[in-house]
């Protein structure tokens, strides 16, 4: 169990640029989910997925976010024409369907909009 | 909607022992977290109540009560890396067949010598 993982760590992008992060989530675990995260603030709820449905996509802050996972195991965030406003972490987090269901986070990817 | 509400920031000394409050307003609550994120890193699972009572954990307890919207971390025996944020996250919507977690915005404990 190597925890769940997220690539890239840190993202520098120009205005109006698309990026897209990766989220591995630990293997077991079929239930993904994404989350924004502003200094000073908790983490903001995205979007949901179980297995490869996206079960829950209206917390995604505009028609800009889109998240997909093909295979019911990584996980992709893309953001489309990036604005300042998007610079934040982006935090990935898994569990499992178990009692509890406790999730657990990846290390983010940070992301700087010049 | 939901409201979470936990003090910005708290000090106190190596050794020491701190409560961490965190109060709550929400519908369909089913269970509470509490997470512990350093500086720039994700945040770590500590705890977790869906029952009124006190859970313990080493060094750590969390306290719910669900008729006041009301939890607290303990934290004994405070030590340096004990300095973080202490995320308060409620847990709701399991009956629609699937949860959220809807954060606090965090307590900033500093531990001094």
């Known amino acids: 169990d190597t925890g769940v993982s997220q690539d890239p760590r840190h993202k520098i992008t120009k205005r109006g640029q698309n990026v897209t992060f990766r989220c591995d989530p630990i293997s077991e675990h079929n239930r993904l989910y994404w989350y924004r995260q502003t200094l000073g603030q908790g983490p903001e709820f995205l979007t949901y997925f179980q297995n490869e449905a996206q079960l829950e996509k209206s917390r995604l802050l505009s028609d800009r976010f889109s998240a997909e996972r093909p295979k019911g195991s990584f996980s992709t965030l893309e953001i489309q024409r990036t604005e300042q406003g998007d610079s934040a972490m982006y935090l990935c987090a898994s569990s499992s369907t178990e009692y509890q269901e406790t999730q657990y986070f990846g290390p983010g990817t940070r992301l700087l909009v010049l | 909607g939901q409201n979470i509400d936990q003090p910005t920031e708290m000090t106190a000394t190596e050794g020491a022992i701190v409560q961490i409050n965190c109060t709550y307003q929400?519908?369909?609550?089913?269970?509470l977290f509490w997470y512990q994120q350093h500086a720039g890193e994700a945040p770590t699972f500590l705890s977790y109540n869906v029952l009124d009572g006190l859970e313990e954990k080493g060094r750590f307890s969390s306290f719910l009560s669900r008729s006041k919207g009301y939890s607290y971390l303990l934290l004994k025996e405070l030590q340096m890396k004990d300095s973080a944020s202490y995320l308060c996250?409620?847990?709701?919507?399991?009956?629609?067949?699937?949860?959220?977690?809807?954060f606090g915005k965090g307590t900033m404990l500093l531990v001094s010598p």
């Open positions: 929400t519908s369909g609550f089913n269970g």
């Open positions: 996250a409620v847990r709701t919507g399991m009956n629609s067949g699937y949860s959220t977690l809807t």
